[in-house]
């Protein structure tokens, strides 16, 4: 084990690792991942450097570490998850024997499985398809079409996103012709309900007259099946995502974070995935 300290607690913490059950390689391994997080920490981080105290380390910090690994070396999920299983024990440790006040792991979450970007992405090559099949309800059109736009369910959710949806610009004749179409289905409901909203309930409830979450979901369920692709919506805003980022590769990171709304941890991480498919 290392001898001298490369990192706070360094000595207590693999003092500890040695009455745990792993083995002496998986002890070191642990140890060096520490050490690489707080050599990280020192060089990019300036407030640890100038404060480089356990109680000045934040979520954000472990994951612009680990999103740093998965730009620069193109670590896996699986990687990005066994690095934070490691430093979640390294924490929880300083944490359990009041060595820290912060448990900067506590609401950080393992990836999923890599994502299959040409499969993820399919739905955007075939939006003039969809809005033109007769089999698709419209609701889960308008999702489409919506979050091909850069919308989150979030908000063409919300009450009186119709404000939005009538001043966007769409120059595309199909989608065009979709929401000519989308607002004959719609216009009678609106009145029913009196609400001007775009996804609204088809029996009248004039108290509670938006469509929930779980009742969009029941369309884009049913759709899926017909379609054979993942249609819920934090996937959808992932792939417009995805595609934005390949089509803007050449512009600078503030720009990105600007017009994509993204935090630098989650800019890395999608240029990650968009680079894969360049």
């Known amino acids: 084990m290392l001898l001298t300290s490369q990192y706070p607690f360094q000595l207590q913490y ?48 472990v994951s612009n570490y680990l999103a740093n690994l998965q730009e620069q070396q193109s670590i896996t999920n699986g990687s990005y998850n066994k690095l934070l299983s490691q430093l979640n024990h390294y ?8 060595l820290s006040t ?23 090559t075939m939006l003039s398809e969809i809005l033109q099949d007769h089999q698709i309800h419209v609701y ?9 736009k850069g919308y989150t369910i979030q908000e063409f ?5 119709y404000q939005e949806f009538n001043r966007l610009s769409v120059t595309d004749p199909i989608e065009q012709a979709f929401i000519q179409g989308f607002n ?8 029913r309900q009196n609400s001007r909203d775009l996804f609204l309930k088809q029996r009248v409830n004039l108290s509670q007259p938006l469509l929930s979450n779980a009742g969009l979901h029941k369309y884009l369920s049913k759709d899926e099946q017909y379609l054979a692709l993942d249609l819920s919506p934090k996937k959808l805003h992932q792939s417009y995502l995805l595609q934005q980022l390949i089509k803007l590769n050449d512009q600078p ?17 999608y240029k990650h995935l968009s680079q894969q498919n360049l």
Not at 157 to 161: D, V
């Open 157 to 161: 959710m919300q009450p009186g996103f």
């Open 140 to 148: 889960t059109k308008m999702v489409l079409l919506l979050s091909s």
């Open 14 to 61: 693999e003092m500890y690792l040695k009455t745990t059950e792993l083995a002496t390689s998986t002890q070191i391994t642990y140890s060096q991942t520490i050490v690489n997080f707080f050599n990280f920490l020192t060089e990019f981080n300036p407030g640890f450097a100038q404060d480089p105290s356990v109680n000045n380390i934040f979520d954000r910090d």
């Open 184 to 191: 004959s289905f719609i216009k009678p409901i609106q009145q």
């Open 253 to 269: 990171d503030s720009v990105l974070m600007e017009q994509l709304k993204l935090d630098p941890s989650s800019l890395a991480y």
């Open 91 to 98: 924490f929880n440790f300083l944490f359990s024997h009041d």
């Open 102 to 124: 912060q448990l900067p792991t506590l609401n950080l979450h393992g990836q999923t499985k890599q994502v299959n970007i040409s499969h993820s992405t399919k739905w955007l």
